[in-house]
């Protein structure tokens, strides 16, 4: 098993920055080499890809609507991914979710994934 635990929402206004932060533990990380990944669900909505990053750190893909404002990266050796969040909108919203696939290679699918945690809140004001 592998627990995920975010952290770094809040209330921003709009054009601000936040870091989201996300941990993961568990004795089945040391078999396999897992991409990671964000996604967010908006109010009354469902969950949506953000952005996705492979075991290596060195391929990445982004929705297209944060695109130049989100960076996604990890670092291995804390077991930790992140989620850089410039140029915040309104629109950006949301319950912000991580996950992680049994697979080196990163995907943008729901299903792909097979752990995730809680949810962090980001909530960007106007």
């Known amino acids: 098993q592998v627990q995920l635990v975010e952290s770094g929402g809040g209330l921003v206004q709009a054009g601000g920055s936040l870091r989201l932060s996300c941990a993961a533990s568990?004795?089945?990380?040391?078999?396999?080499?897992?991409?990671m990944g964000w996604f967010r669900q908006p109010p009354g909505k469902e969950r949506l890809f953000v952005a996705a990053?492979?075991?290596?750190?060195?391929?990445?893909y982004y929705e297209d609507s944060v695109k130049g404002r989100f960076t996604i990266s990890r670092d291995n050796a804390k077991n930790t991914m992140y989620l850089q969040m410039n140029g915040l909108k309104p629109e950006d919203t949301a319950v912000y979710y991580c996950?992680?696939?049994?697979?080196?290679?990163?995907?943008?699918?729901?299903?792909?994934?097979?752990?995730w945690g809680q949810g962090t809140q980001v909530t960007v004001s106007s």
């Open positions: 996950a992680a696939r049994t697979d080196s290679r990163i995907a943008a699918g729901r299903y792909d994934y097979d752990y």
């Open positions: 990053i492979d075991w290596s750190g060195g391929d990445t």
């Open positions: 568990g004795r089945t990380l040391s078999r396999y080499d897992m991409a």
